[in-house]
């Protein structure tokens, strides 16, 4: 497990298509499941890989940002755009009294249905539930749920459209 966490680190610089291969092989021995056919492109940062399940034909382009603490789960046939940060968890913050770094985290699963394409720099909060089919536009915050086949945008994102 050590070592391929290593490699998969260390392979982040590795160009393509030499460095897709070894991303491959060592990301898809860490993950909790990983389908068939992930291609992970230089530069991605992934953390708490083994809370992160992936589907078939999945692409996370460059310098993407995800982390697994409360779990994330990406269908089949979804494309991540370059920069694009996933987070599953959030730091709890109610309590005026005690600094925020004392108060823990809420952790939250994020789930990605099929066939979505998330745009460049978009940013996906924890707890989001995107439905099969979405499309989200470039820079967006999704920080709320989103049924099938919506087209989403804005900061923060809502429906814009339907495909």
């Known amino acids: 497990m050590l070592l391929e966490l290593f490699i998969a ?21 860490l993950f909790k499941r ?58 709890k913050f109610a309590d005026r009294k005690t600094p925020i770094v004392k108060q823990g985290y809420d952790e939250k699963e994020v789930f990605i249905g099929q066939d979505c394409w998330i745009g460049y720099g978009v940013t996906i909060t924890a707890g989001v539930r995107l439905g099969r089919g979405c499309v989200v536009g470039a820079g967006a915050v999704v920080t709320g749920d989103f049924p099938d086949y919506s087209v989403i945008a804005g900061v923060p994102a809502k429906v814009i459209g339907r495909r």
């Open 34 to 91: 990983c389908g068939k056919g992930l291609d992970i492109y230089e530069s991605v940062m992934i953390r708490k890989p083994q809370n992160i399940e992936i589907g078939n034909n999945v692409s996370i382009n460059e310098f993407c940002y995800l982390h697994g603490k409360g779990g994330i789960v990406i269908g089949d046939n979804v494309r991540i755009a370059p920069a694009v940060g996933i987070f599953s968890f959030n730091h």
């Open 9 to 29: 680190h260390m392979s982040r610089y590795l160009p393509q298509p030499f460095g897709i291969k070894v991303r491959r092989a060592a990301w898809r021995k």
